[in-house]
T-cell receptor
Framework: GQNIDQPTEMTATEGAIVQINCTYQ??????LFWYQQHAGEAPTFLSY??LDGLEEKGRFSSFLSRSKGYSYLLLKELQMKDSASYLC??????????WGAGTKLIIKP | GAVVSQHPSWVICKSGTSVKIECRSL??????MFWYRQFPKQSLMLMAT?????????EQGVEKDKFLINHASLTLSTLTVTSAHPEDSSFYIC???????????FGQGTRLTVV
């Protein structure tokens, strides 16, 4: 079967750095996406990785290792508004998105 | 980025009635649109994939006669929940893409409550 694993919940302090991990087992691989979802709202796109390595975009960076079936989302200089769920999704060989359950990130002052 | 507009953002309906949700891509042509359902504290669950001009492909366990999907143009897809029941209460989200290898752009979501 196909599955995406990510921690259910994480807590971090304002101004700090947090890394949210995602491991996956899918039928084929055509890229990995990270989305941010605030409660009651639709997800918003954060990043897309299809090649190994680190992609940096402002305070957010995403890393991918295809051989390990592993990715992480790194958030720096955390702000209270970063409190949200972070969804990892993998596009499989049929170009369908397989979604993780999301990681709820709680930021404390 | 591209804009996807979903309407209504919330709706309350009586059990047994039907509700239509619209999903529009405002500034791009969406060859493919996806409909998701999300229960509280759960991940997105893909209900169906629709390609413009053809019948939607439903995921296993999703009743196609209950959740009617129409994708008549490259900018509009609709989801109609027929004979709604309280267990259909959920957050329904559409997303649209211009094709493969592209990110999906999400609508704002529709909070459906069936009473």
């Amino acid at each position: 079967g196909q599955n995406i694993d990510q921690p259910t919940e994480m807590t971090a302090t304002e101004g700090a750095i947090v890394q949210i991990n995602c491991t996956y087992q899918t039928s084929g691989f055509n890229g990995l996406f990270w989305y941010q979802q605030h409660a009651g709202e639709a997800p918003t796109f954060l990043s897309y990785n299809v090649l190994d390595g680190l992609e940096e975009k402002g305070r957010f960076s995403s890393f991918l290792s295809r051989s390990k079936g592993y990715s992480y989302l790194l958030l720096k200089e955390l702000q209270m508004k970063d409190s949200a769920s972070y969804l990892c999704a993998v596009m499989d060989s049929n170009y369908q998105l397989i979604w993780g359950a999301g990681t709820k990130l709680i930021i404390k002052p | 980025g591209a804009v996807v507009s979903q309407h209504p953002s919330w709706v309350i309906c009586k059990s047994g009635t039907s509700v239509k949700i619209e999903c529009r891509s405002l500034d791009f042509q969406a060859t493919t649109m996806f409909w998701y359902r999300q229960f509280p504290k759960q991940s997105l669950m893909l209900m169906a994939t629709s390609n413009e001009g053809s019948k939607a492909t439903y995921e296993q366990g999703v009743e196609k006669d209950k959740f009617l999907i129409n994708h008549a143009s490259l900018t509009l897809s609709t989801l109609t929940v027929t004979s709604a029941h309280p267990e259909d209460s959920s957050f329904y989200i559409c997303s649209a893409s211009t094709g493969v290898h592209t990110e999906a752009f999400f609508g704002q979501g529709t909070r459906l409550t069936v009473v």
